[in-house]
């Protein structure tokens, strides 16, 4: 069977956004609502408003990092739903660097990066040597996810709890030289956006003009040819966690120095980018460079399903239903794009 074309990929990708976009029409149809009100309210509210624009790019930027790293580790088969927890070890390991460690100021927010890359590259090399005792990573990315919710909470509860936290749990606030500079008026913090636009275009060219992503490409798409030929998938699938859990960590550090400024509860530093950006890196259809146009698709959806809770008193879930829909259409198309349908008798 012969690869499916780029045409074919992309004509069947953007058909399984629209059938998700009607199925979800329908779904606001029972629910009382009209779906020209939901879709324009979204419109209006992110594309057409400077605030909700500023929105779209706050939830741009995890979104990118992780996608683009994700897009990667499903082209090398290493199944990757972790990216939850790996973004938040690198925002404790972030925060541990801006509260504890004695960084001089100039080289405290490159530090925090880097912590935060090292955080979760090593959370999602815990899979990666799982995998190497027969351990589906499927399975222990995603309980890791629930491992590192409850060390956060630990965290912030007991031996790194504020010194006046009233009420609620977090850290003391970073020293304002881990704090990273946002665009005037917004919390998008603009160094994060950088290096994700930079890691997305780095990790496309890794993908296909070097020996590495062939090696990659290789084991991804056929392991039988990968092991004749001496290639070695546990090297490419460790390697991959390392890449592709760095940059949830990334995600993770650029959420607490750029956003909080805090390491504070998991729920409050992340809202499910990990689960989304499988959205994104699925759209990408394994490239990388392609989340630049997934990752604001999908920060559409999230700070749209904001204002429809807002506005229209639509449940807190709603944004749920867009994700698990999109998913669903995403996943049934792969027939399509693997096989061409043909009518007429048999």
Known sequence: MTAPSAARTALVTVASVVVALLICALIFVFAGQSPAAVY??????????????????RRTIPLLLIGAGLALAFRAQFFNIGAEGQLLLGAVFAAG?????????ALLIPAVF??????????????????????????????LNYIA????????????????VRGYIYTDNFPQGAWL?????????????????????????????????YALRVVGENPGAAHYAGLS???????????????????????VAGIHHRLLEASQIS????????????????NPALCLITAPLMGVILAGGDLLK?????????????????????????????????????
């Open 114 to 143: 880097v912590a935060g890359f090292v955080g979760g590259g090593l959370w999602a090399l815990v899979a990666a040597a799982l995998r190497r005792v027969n351990v589906n990573e499927i399975l222990s990315t995603l309980m």
């Open 271 to 286: 809202l499910g980018y990990g689960f989304t950006a499988v959205i994104v890196a699925w759209l990408a259809r394994g």
């Open 181 to 213: 500079p946002t665009f005037s008026g917004t919390q998008v913090h603009w160094p994060t956006l950088l290096l994700g636009v930079a890691l997305a275009l780095g990790l496309q060219w890794l993908l296909t003009r070097s020996t590495f992503g």
């Open 97 to 105: 660097t801006a509260l504890f460690l004695p960084v001089p100021g």
């Open 149 to 164: 919710v409850a060390l956060v909470t630990y965290l912030i509860t007991g031996p790194w709890k504020g010194k006046d």
């Open 40 to 57: 324009g309210t979204m419109l209006r509210g992110t594309l057409g408003d400077p605030t909700g624009l500023a929105e779209v790019g």
């Open 233 to 255: 998938s546990t090297r490419v699938a460790t390697l991959v966690a390392l890449l592709t859990g760095g940059l949830a960590g990334l995600a993770g550090a650029g959420e």
């Open 310 to 346: 807002i506005d229209l008193n639509l449940p807190f879930r709603v944004v749920d239903i867009f994700s698990g829909v999109i998913l669903l259409c995403l996943i049934a198309s792969e027939v399509f794009v693997r096989h061409r349908v043909q009518w007429g008798r048999a």
